[in-house]
């Protein structure tokens, strides 16, 4: 069975910064895509950050230039570098992993870490 275990959320003050870890279970073949959605109450989830297999990164507007996306291919893991954490990006935040297991893509989510900032 495929995990994705999700670490590094919590309580911050607005300007701080948090890392967020997500690692997936070493039973996945090959991972392609990789990134952090998260969800506010109330709202819908939506993207933050994504990476490709190759590197390629994409990001919300909103965290432009305050979030960094990285991976570790060698460890199945993604990261996510949040700074100068504003009140807004308060929410649960979601890895997801685009990963083939037994010849199928699927897609992976983990269970969720809480990020509060505080203003």
């Known amino acids: 069975q495929v995990q994705l275990v999700e670490s590094g959320g919590g309580l911050v003050q607005a300007g701080g910064s948090l890392r967020l870890s997500c690692a997936a279970s070493?039973?996945?073949?090959?991972?392609?895509?990789m990134g952090w959605y998260r969800q506010a109450p109330g709202k819908q989830r939506e993207l933050v950050a994504a990476?490709?297999?190759?590197?390629?990164?994409n990001y919300a507007d909103s965290v432009k230039g305050r979030f960094t996306i990285s991976r570790d291919n060698a460890k199945n893991t993604v990261y996510l570098q949040m700074n100068s954490l504003k009140p807004e990006d308060t929410a649960v935040y979601y890895c997801?992993?685009?990963?083939?297991?037994?010849?199928?893509?699927?897609?992976?989510w983990g269970q969720g870490t809480q990020v509060t900032v505080s203003s």
């Open positions: 990476i490709t297999s190759r590197g390629s990164t």
């Open positions: 997801n992993v685009e990963g083939l297991v037994a010849g199928t893509w699927y897609d992976y």
């Open positions: 070493r039973n996945i073949f090959s991972i392609n895509a």
